[in-house]
């Protein structure tokens, strides 16, 4: 079992929709959440980054963090043809020595959004 | 800004073949780190380093060899390309700091026939 689990999709919606994307971990000591976006054809960036549980807004995105049920969602409202990208959670825990700084990708959620 | 520069951004190689990937970043970080993505398997984490001459074994090493000469550069190397080496090959920087993101360049897609 994977220590970070993400659905790939696809995920197809018409733009305006609400975009919900889910990760599930199992390792207690993560405590940094990320969210990236990649684009076709290029790097991830990042989008969005969390700490412990709560939720945190940034425009049309929502990330929230249930550590207690070791589940991490991302929320697009109003979604636009221009969000249409790969979507991968990671996280990170307090390491230690050579794994400072490493961190746990899930494998992306691929999602569409259709004019 | 924030820049990885990967050399190549497509590379065909034959089986066999030695294969030298590389990698600078432009931001004095301390950690690089090499992944390859495939459909279905999102990225996989093959090497990282955390410091120059130094690395460490990631998911999938096995195939695979680095070098950390300088802090700026990071390289992979495939001893001996397989098939199954063919994929999109990602490097990443980050601050080693346990918050902090990874800056990816744009990746090379590596065919090898």
């Known amino acids: 079992q994977k220590e970070v689990e993400q659905d790939p999709g696809p995920l197809s919606v018409p733009e305006g929709a609400i975009v919900s994307l889910n990760c599930t971990y199992s390792?207690?000591?993560?405590?940094?959440f990320m969210w990236y976006r990649q684009y076709s054809r290029k790097g991830p960036e990042l989008l969005m980054y969390?700490?412990?549980?709560g939720n945190k807004e940034d425009g049309r995105f929502t990330a929230q963090v249930d550590k207690s049920s070791k589940y991490i969602s991302l929320f697009i409202r109003d979604s636009q043809p221009s969000d249409s990208a790969t979507y991968l959670c990671a996280m990170s825990d307090m390491g230690r020595g050579s794994t400072l700084g490493r961190l746990y990708f899930g494998r992306g959620t691929q999602l569409t959004v259709w004019p | 800004d924030v820049k990885v520069t990967q050399s190549s951004r497509y590379l065909v190689k034959r089986t066999g073949e030695k294969v030298f990937l590389e990698c600078v970043q432009d931001?004095?970080?301390?950690?690089m780190f090499w992944y390859r993505q495939d459909p279905g398997l999102g990225l996989r984490l093959i090497y990282f380093?955390?410091?120059?001459?130094?690395?460490e074994k990631g998911d999938i090493p096995e195939g695979y060899s680095v070098s950390r000469e300088k802090k700026e550069r990071f390289s992979l190397i495939l001893e001996s390309a397989s098939t199954n080496q063919t994929s999109m090959y990602l490097c990443?920087?980050?601050?080693?700091?346990?918050?902090?993101?990874?800056?990816f360049g744009n990746g090379t897609r590596l065919t090898v026939t």
């Open positions: 969390t700490y412990s549980s």
């Open positions: 990443a920087s980050s601050l080693r700091s346990y918050n902090s993101p990874l800056h």
């Open positions: 380093s955390y410091d120059v001459k130094m690395k």
């Open positions: 390792n207690s000591a993560f405590q940094y």
């Open positions: 931001m004095d970080h301390e950690n």
